[in-house]
């Protein structure tokens, strides 16, 4: 098991948990902290030079998700880990590569209010030997002050158990947390438990679209960006079949019909784990408006959903995708389907 403890920089997590891990049976301490500075003497220094902040690295998100499987493989019981998230794609690939690891994940957020907060980063203590260390360390945490209540009032406040320490000694609050933790009032994140891939996959998208022709993306909870309704065939399972299943599992639309193929796309990951496989897009038709109203996500492995052009499209999904999008409307226009590779057409 993993307890996360979140909050705003300069909110006492590390000292926090460093008292956590005295309450908590069998618990030790992971600060990915220690993965950013690695990085600076494993990566390029112009690979870093434009990076404000370590967690916009994917290298260092892998890492934080490998090193705490890694740890929990060798040491077993409980990892305490203090760390700040504010993006939630960036908590949604986290938390969601923890649960392909069968790892549960318990989120807890320190909440002191923003007077305290500032009095605290006011009398953080800043390492030596820092040029300017001190100012830039606080104004650091001061100018994400904003972000961080941001994403305290919109998914934060939903996704974590929340533990005002504004009257609070560190002490205090890992007694707050152990008790929450214990009793359960602390749950584990409903994340759905993707498996990494260990082979090449043939997973299968359907495109779903409404009276303006815009098509239908989801937004998982597991993975960071958008996607088509779908997902992995299973073993002796149809492909069309597979993604009539998905479309009614993930938004409770049931079609009557097999969706006809628009695209097969060969897709091969530059970046790890490196397994890719067929990735096949149908036409699941035209909803109208009465079908549409109905679209429900059940579970939690979807969090939204919306109908998009095929400009917004770009904007949301990531390259490859988009391009295979792209072209699944263009065969849609022709009536002809398309084989691609990484998104280009072949042949």
Known sequence: MIVWVNGAFGAGKTTTARELIELIPNSTLFDPEVIGGALTDLLPAKHLADVGDFQDLPIWRRLVIDTAAAMLAELGGTLVVPMTLLRQEYRDEIFGGLAARRIAVRHLCLTPAETILRERIARREIPPGLPDGEMRIRQWSYDRIEPYRAA?????????HLVDTSALSPYEAAV?????????????????QTPEPTAETVAAGVLLFDEQDRVLLVD??????????????????????????????????????????LVVDWEQPAAPPRYGGLRLLFDGGRLDSAEA????????????????????????????????????????????ALYLEAGVPIG
């Open 152 to 160: 305290l009032a919109s998914w934060i406040s939903a996704d974590a």
């Open 176 to 192: 707050r947390i152990a008790g929450a933790v214990g009793s359960g009032e602390a749950v584990v994140c409903d994340i759905v």
């Open 220 to 261: 998982p909870t597991y993975k960071a960006g958008w996607e088509f309704p779908g997902g992995v065939v299973e073993q002796g399972e149809a492909p069309a079949r597979a993604g009539v299943r998905e479309v009614e599992e993930e938004t409770g639309i049931r079609l009557a019909e097999l969706p006809g193929l």
């Open 293 to 336: 109203g109905r679209l429900v996500l059940p579970g939690p492995e979807l969090r939204d959903w919306r109908f998009v052009t095929e400009q917004e499209a770009a904007e949301l999904l990531p390259p490859v995708r988009y391009e295979r999008l792209r072209w699944a409307l263009r065969a849609r226009e022709r009536g002809a």
